[in-house]
Nanobody, 122 residues
C-alpha cells in the first residue's frame, strides 16, 4: 500500500513560484501520478499528470504553460513546479496515483495525500 504526502505549499505573491512535492512511502511509486487542486466550494480540478517513467506529461488548461510536473523515481517523489502564480491558483493541492492512461478525472485516482495549501496573494 502506497502512502502519499504532499509538501511545499505556502503563501506566495502573484507572479511568484512554488515547487510542490509528493513523496511516496510504503512501496515504490511505479504508477502514473496526478496533481489536483480544490478551492473552497469547488470541485477537485485536474492540474497535471505524469507517466510512471516520466516521459509523458499533460496539464489542465488553467495551468498550461505555467506548470511543470516531474518525477524522481530514485527518490520516490513527484514534483509540481508552479510559476507566474495567480490568485486563482489558491487551493489545496493533492497528489494521487492512477492506472488509467492520461486520466484527468479524479475518480480514476486513488491513495490521495492529505493535501498542501497554496495561497497566492494579489
Amino acid at each position: 500500500q502506497v502512502q502519499l504526502v504532499e509538501s511545499g505549499g505556502g503563501l506566495v505573491q502573484a507572479g511568484g513560484s512554488l515547487r510542490l512535492s509528493c513523496a511516496a512511502s510504503g512501496r515504490l511509486l511505479t504508477s502514473p501520478v496526478g496533481w489536483f487542486r480544490q478551492a473552497p466550494g469547488t470541485e477537485r480540478e485536474f492540474v497535471a499528470g505524469i507517466s510512471w517513467s516520466g516521459d509523458m506529461d499533460f496539464y489542465g488548461d488553467p495551468v498550461k504553460g505555467r506548470a511543470t510536473i516531474s518525477r524522481d523515481n530514485a527518490k520516490n517523489t513527484v514534483y509540481l513546479q508552479m510559476n507566474s502564480q495567480k490568485p486563482e491558483d489558491t487551493a489545496v493541492y493533492y497528489c494521487a496515483v492512477t492506472s488509467t492512461y492520461r486520466s484527468r478525472k479524479s475518480r480514476d485516482y486513488t491513495h490521495w495525500g492529505q493535501g498542501t495549501q497554496v495561497t497566492v496573494s494579489s
